[in-house]
C-alpha cells in the first residue's frame, strides 16, 4: 500500500510569511497528526485530526493551525513565519482508534516529512 | 505518559548485538512500551512494541523484565545501515489520546 506523502519535501520561506504544508495518509485512515523536529526540541506533538476535526492539540502558538478534509488529507499552516519556525514537519497516519500506542504495530505510519526553512 | 531515559549515544560495529536501555520508573499498568528508529531527514518508523516478558519480531527484540520499570532493545548482529536514532515510548493504548512523547532518543552508530 502507498505510504503517507507529504509535500512539498523542501521549503524556504521569509520571515512573516506564511506557509501550508500537506500529508496525504494512508489510504483508509482517519487520524492525521503533525509533529515538529528541531535540533533543540526534539520531536513535538503539533496537533492531531481526525473525520476534519481537531481531536488534540500540543503546546504550540495560534500561528500553527491545521485542518482536514472529507478524503482525510490533512494541511498544516504556519503564518507569520519566525526563524525558530525552521524545522522538519512530519505527519503521522493512523486507523484513528484512541491509543496511539498499541495502533502503532498495524496502522501508525510517518511520512518523510517537509524540510521547512525561515530565512 | 511516563517519562522515559535513555542514553544519548551508543558506539558499536558491525556485526555486534546491540542493547539499549530504557527506564521508565513510573510506567503505569496500562502502558505498553514501542521502540522506534528514525533516519536523519526522515519520519520515525516502528520496531517493536511489547507489554511484559519478551517480544521478538524480524528485526529486534524487546525485553521488559517483571517491574516493568525499564526495558531494553536489542537488536543483533548490526550493520552500518542501523546506524540512526532510536526512540522509546510509553503509553496507554487505550488512554483518551491520540499523540506520541518522544524523547531525546538514543543515537546508535556503527562502525564498520
Known amino acids: 500500500k502507498a505510504g503517507v506523502t507529504q509535500t512539498p519535501r523542501y521549503l524556504i520561506k521569509t520571515r512573516g510569511q506564511q506557509v501550508t504544508l500537506s500529508c496525504s495518509p494512508i489510504?483508509?485512515?482517519?487520524?492525521v497528526s503533525w509533529y515538529q523536529q528541531t535540533p533543540g526540541q526534539g520531536l513535538q506533538f503539533l496537533f492531531e485530526y481526525f473525520s476534519e476535526t481537531q481531536r488534540n492539540k500540543g503546546n504550540f502558538p495560534g500561528r500553527f493551525s491545521g485542518r482536514q478534509f472529507s478524503n482525510s488529507r490533512s494541511e498544516m499552516n504556519v503564518s507569520t513565519l519566525e526563524l525558530g519556525d525552521s524545522a522538519l514537519y512530519l505527519c503521522?497516519?493512523?486507523?484513528?482508534?484512541?491509543?496511539?500506542?498499541?495502533?502503532?504495530?498495524?496502522?501508525?505510519?510517518f511520512g518523510s516529512g517537509t524540510r521547512l526553512t525561515v530565512v | 505518559l511516563a517519562k522515559t531515559t535513555q542514553p544519548i549515544s551508543m558506539d558499536s560495529y558491525e556485526g555486534q548485538e546491540v542493547n539499549i536501555t530504557c527506564s521508565h520508573n513510573?510506567?503505569?499498568?496500562?502502558?505498553?512500551i514501542t521502540w522506534y528508529q528514525q533516519f536523519p531527514s526522515q519520519g520515525p518508523r516502528f520496531i517493536i512494541q511489547g507489554y511484559k516478558t519478551k517480544v521478538t519480531n524480524e528485526v529486534a527484540s524487546l525485553f521488559i523484565p517483571a517491574d516493568r520499570k525499564s526495558s531494553t532493545l536489542s537488536l543483533p548482529r548490526v550493520s552500518l545501515s542501523d546506524t540512526a536514532v532510536y526512540y522509546c515510548l510509553v503509553g496507554d493504548p487505550g488512554g483518551a489520546t491520540n499523540k506520541l512523547i518522544f524523547g531525546t532518543g538514543t543515537l546508535l552508530a556503527v562502525q564498520p
Open positions: 503521522a497516519s493512523s486507523l484513528g482508534g484512541l491509543g496511539a500506542i498499541a495502533e502503532a504495530n498495524y496502522g501508525y505510519t
Open positions: 489510504s483508509g485512515h482517519r487520524s
Open positions: 513510573n510506567i503505569a499498568t496500562n502502558d505498553y
